[in-house]
C-alpha cells in the first residue's frame, strides 16, 4: 500500500512538471507568435535603415581589410548589457567555412549581428526560420547571404562525387544553382559560388515574413562574396 502512495504522489509530481512545462512553452510560443505578427524591434542600433545597416557592415569589413579595426561592443559593459537582450542590425547567411569568422571580418561585437552558419550557406527550412526570427522579431535590417572563395560543399557539389552520410543533403541544396554556370578551373568555382549565393537569397525572398519587411522597407536582402586572401567582402547583388 506505503510502495502505491509513493507511486501516486510520484506520478502528481510528474503531472505538475509536466503542466509547468506545458505552460511555459505556450507562453514563449505565444510570445513568438505575437512579434512575428506585429515585429516589435528594440530601438537603440535598429533605428536605422536597411540602406545605413548595410554601409555599416561593408564599413566594418574596410577597417578589417586596412587592418583598421576598432573592435567596437566587446567589452565587459556590452556583454552586461547584450545579456538583457539583443537588437542586432543584420543578419548573416554563411559558410560554417573557419575562415570566415563573420564578427571578425566586419569588425563588429556583442549583439550586433543575428548569424546563421552552414556549410555551403544554405537555406534549407530550419536557417530559413531562423532567419525569419532575426529579422522579424529581433529587427536585423539587411539580410545578407555571403559565399566564399574556394567553398569546399560548392566544389564537391560540382564534382558530383559521392559523399557520406548526411553531407550530400547540403550538396543536394546547392546543385540547382550549377546548372547554368560557365567558365573553367577557378573561375567555374567562383560563377558557382556566386550562382548559390543567388539561390539561397531566392529562397529567403520566397519566405512570406522576410517578403512583407521587404515589401514594407524595413529589410533589404542582399548577397555577397568573401575573397579568403584579402578579407574583401563584394557585393554581388
Known amino acids: 500500500m506505503k510502495g502505491n502512495q509513493q507511486n501516486l504522489d510520484l506520478s502528481r509530481r510528474n503531472l505538475l ?9 505556450g507562453a514563449v510560443t505565444t ?15 535598429n533605428n536605422i535603415t536597411p540602406d545605413e545597416a548595410l554601409q555599416k557592415l561593408m564599413e566594418g569589413n574596410k577597417r578589417f581589410v586596412d587592418q583598421k579595426r576598432q573592435n567596437p561592443n566587446q ?14 542590425f543584420a543578419a548573416i547567411l554563411s559558410c560554417a567555412d573557419s575562415r570566415v569568422p563573420t564578427e571578425i571580418v566586419f569588425d563588429q561585437g556583442l549583439g550586433d549581428l543575428f548569424v546563421v552558419r552552414e ?17 522579424a522579431v529581433l529587427g536585423a535590417k539587411v539580410l545578407m547571404v555571403i559565399g566564399h572563395e574556394a567553398c569546399g560543399a560548392v566544389q564537391a557539389a560540382l564534382q558530383g562525387s559521392a559523399v557520406p552520410g548526411q553531407i550530400g543533403s547540403i550538396l543536394a ?5 550549377l546548372a547554368n554556370v560557365t567558365g573553367e578551373g577557378d573561375k567555374r568555382l567562383e560563377n558557382a559560388i556566386k550562382a548559390n549565393v543567388m539561390l539561397q537569397m531566392q529562397r529567403l525572398q520566397a519566405s512570406p515574413v522576410i517578403q512583407q519587411l521587404v515589401k514594407d522597407g524595413k529589410l533589404k536582402v542582399v548577397g555577397a562574396y568573401y575573397d579568403l586572401d584579402t578579407g574583401v567582402i563584394s557585393l554581388i547583388s
Open 17 to 25: 512538471k509536466f503542466g509547468a512545462l506545458a505552460l511555459g512553452t
Open 31 to 45: 510570445s513568438i507568435a505575437a512579434n512575428l505578427a506585429t515585429p516589435q524591434p528594440a530601438a537603440a542600433q
Open 75 to 88: 567589452n565587459t559593459a556590452r556583454l552586461t548589457e547584450v545579456a538583457r537582450g539583443q537588437n542586432p
Open 119 to 135: 556549410a555551403g550557406n544554405i537555406a534549407t527550412a530550419e536557417e530559413t526560420g531562423s532567419l525569419e526570427f532575426g529579422t
Open 173 to 177: 541544396a546547392i546543385k540547382p544553382a
